[in-house]
């Protein structure tokens, strides 16, 4: 069982250019949400979802959206990158009150 | 929101056990206190978590306080593979989730 995976492992990309990470679960979890943590700090909520066909705005949601075609995937889109997105990205998905997280995406934005 | 204080940094030596505290005085009737631990770069990972009572797993155990205003994580007998950043995290039911919010943690260094 992989539990969560995320891709790209790291990316580079250009100030105003549109991005996707994507996020996959295979737990059957109905809720997923998307973190980012800047350097020495906690992680931070950008959206969520409880269940598949809706999604919810977290802590720091601008510059951000997500859809939820289905339980297992929760695509995070950037869609016109600044340097301030620059950030280390977490998927999670819970079962209950508990989360389990990815792996995590490193994005730097120049 | 309900948040979380912590120390920023903690030593231990190898083997010996380790107590990490938490203090949460803004805390719910219905917030569930969650730990979690991450190593450099990967994600967090759930160590234990509990409501009122004191609760034991094979990774830790949580001591919760009669108020539940503060807990204790405690690691039993503390090894290298154990050094990473703690976080003592409320979790509060949310429009139909539970919402995590993050402190910045006690980073623990283990020494040999």
């Known amino acids: 069982i992989a539990g969560i995976t995320q891709a790209p492992t790291s990316q580079i990309l250009a100030a105003g250019r549109r991005m996707t990470l994507r996020c996959t679960q295979d737990m059957r979890h109905n809720a997923m949400y998307w973190y980012r943590q800047d350097l020495g700090l906690g992680l931070r909520l950008i959206h969520y979802?409880?269940?598949?066909?809706?999604?919810g705005k977290g802590e720091v949601p601008d510059g951000y959206s997500v859809s939820r075609a289905n339980t297992d995937d929760f695509p995070l889109t950037l869609a016109s990158a600044v340097p301030s997105q620059t950030s280390v990205y977490f998927c999670?998905?819970?079962?209950?009150?508990?989360?389990?997280f990815g792996p995590g995406t490193r994005l730097t934005v120049l | 929101d309900a948040k979380t204080t912590q120390p920023n940094s903690m030593e231990s030596n190898e083997e010996e056990p380790v107590h990490l505290p938490c203090n949460h005085s803004?805390?719910?009737?219905?917030?569930?206190i969650h730990w979690y631990r991450q190593l450099p770069s990967q994600g967090p990972e759930y160590v234990i978590h509990?409501?009122?009572s004191n609760v034991n797993n094979r990774m830790a155990s949580l001591a919760i306080a009669e108020d539940r205003k503060s807990s204790t994580l405690i690691l039993h007998r503390a090894t290298l593979r154990d050094a990473a950043v703690y976080y003592c995290?409320?979790?509060?039911?949310?429009?139909?989730?539970?919402?995590?919010?993050f402190g910045t943690g006690t980073r623990l260094k283990v020494l040999a």
């Open positions: 979802s409880n269940t598949a066909g809706t999604t």
């Open positions: 995290i409320l979790s509060r039911p949310s429009s139909g989730t539970y919402k995590y919010i």
């Open positions: 803004t805390i719910s009737g219905t917030d569930y």
């Open positions: 999670a998905s819970s079962l209950g009150d508990t989360q389990y």
């Open positions: 509990g409501l009122t």
